[in-house]
């Protein structure tokens, strides 16, 4: 079965910093991976997904994210961080028939002024 | 507009009073699922349903039971609630297959004292 860590508990950085949130994976097989946001008190959104092809994927909201196998990575960055980023962050992988969807633990991320 | 609709968004119930909390999608898809989350463990799946009259076991399966009658709902049901089951629900839904992005509910909020 697929398993999903997220080193990071809680990240802060400061409005205008750039942010990499970090997600390694275990699986077998080339994974299917997402990244989602949960505002405070919200529900799930996708930023963004890989599912082959380019390596580097674009999402909304000006984030991109990075599958590298040799590391069995999928690096979440945004250049430059704004307030209403303020949110925690799940990394999340899907095995290869579609059932099984394994979320991280989530990174939970404050944005200073 | 594409929705998963839970209710109710927010319960507080007592210990061994059974409670349901339904779940419905409006986009025709096959797959549902629920996950519980909780904090520092990320989402956890507890069932999921690859089509109608059809359910499996997620990773939290104990203490909950699922139906699916119809393709567009999918309750959850809690027989005898216990405090440990306080947490923030969440149903899901995805067409099957791989490569389909999954649409969440708003979640729910759960309290069982």
């Known amino acids: 079965a697929q398993s999903v860590t997220q080193p990071d508990i809680h990240i802060t950085v400061s409005e205008g910093a750039s942010l990499e949130l970090r997600c390694n994976y275990s699986?077998?097989?080339?994974?299917?991976l997402f990244w989602y946001v949960q505002s405070p008190g919200q529900g799930l959104q996708l930023l963004l997904k890989y599912f082959s092809g380019d390596t580097l994927v674009q999402g909304i909201k000006g984030f991109e994210a990075e599958f590298k196998r040799s590391q069995s990575s999928f690096n979440l960055r945004k250049p430059s961080v704004h307030w209403s980023d303020a949110a925690e962050y799940f990394c999340?992988?899907?095995?290869?028939?579609?059932?099984?969807?394994?979320f991280g633990p989530g990174t939970r991320l404050s944005v200073l002024p | 507009e594409a929705q998963v609709t839970q209710n109710p968004r927010y319960l507080i119930t007592v210990t061994g009073k059974k409670l349901t909390v339904t779940c419905s999608q409006n986009?025709?898809?096959?797959?549902m699922s629920w996950y519980r989350q909780d904090p520092g463990l990320g989402l956890r799946q507890i069932y999921y349903?690859?089509?109608?009259?059809?359910?499996d076991k997620g990773d939290v399966p104990e203490g909950y039971k699922v139906s699916r009658k119809e393709k567009r709902n999918f309750p959850l049901i809690l027989e005898s609630p216990s405090p440990n089951q306080t947490s923030l629900y969440f149903c899901?839904?995805?067409?099957?297959?791989?490569?389909?992005?999954?649409?969440f509910g708003e979640g729910s909020w759960l309290t069982v004292v």
């Open positions: 986009m025709n898809h096959e797959y």
């Open positions: 899901a839904s995805s067409l099957r297959g791989t490569g389909n992005t999954i649409y």
């Open positions: 699986y077998g097989a080339t994974p299917y």
């Open positions: 349903s690859m089509n109608v009259e059809v359910t």
């Open positions: 999340a992988v899907m095995d290869n028939y579609g059932q099984n969807f394994v």
